[in-house]
């Protein structure tokens, strides 16, 4: 069965960190692609960050918006996938999700109709 499951999400004030987790079980971690979505009420679900499955030499991606802040991070032995979060801002709160890849090998991106398996998320509040 496959289960993906997140934690680390908390209040921080803005210029701070956190290490998000994604506990990831009923697969092999680097078979599939992972990607890093948020939401937040009223708004679309946005994709954050990427990393490939296998074949893909450990791709990562990156969306604009969190580019240089933000780094995304898989621990196979332990089947974990991580993103790291750097110099938070307000409109970095949201809704965190993980979310596995329909088909194995793939790069990853943005479009949630190629994730097949989902997370409940984690809220990730920034705010002084």
């Known amino acids: 069965q496959v289960q993906l499951v997140e934690s680390g999400g908390d209040l921080v004030q803005p210029g701070g960190s956190l290490r998000l987790s994604c506990a990831t079980s009923g697969f092999t971690v680097d078979d599939y692609a992972i990607g890093w979505f948020r939401q937040v009420p009223g708004k679309e679900r946005e994709g954050v960050s990427f990393?490939?499955?296998?074949?893909?030499?450990?791709?990562?991606t990156y969306a604009n918006s969190v580019k240089g802040r933000f780094i995304i991070s898989r621990d196979k032995p332990k089947k974990m996938v991580y993103l790291q979060m750097n110099n938070l801002k307000a409109e970095d709160t949201a809704t965190y999700y993980c979310?596995?890849?329909?088909?194995?090998?793939?790069?990853?991106?943005?479009?949630?109709?190629?994730?097949?398996?989902w997370g409940q998320g984690t809220q990730v509040t920034v705010s002084s």
């Open positions: 990393i490939s499955g296998r074949g893909r030499d450990d791709s990562t």
């Open positions: 979310a596995r890849a329909w088909a194995r090998g793939w790069f990853g991106s943005h479009e949630e109709a190629r994730y097949g398996y």
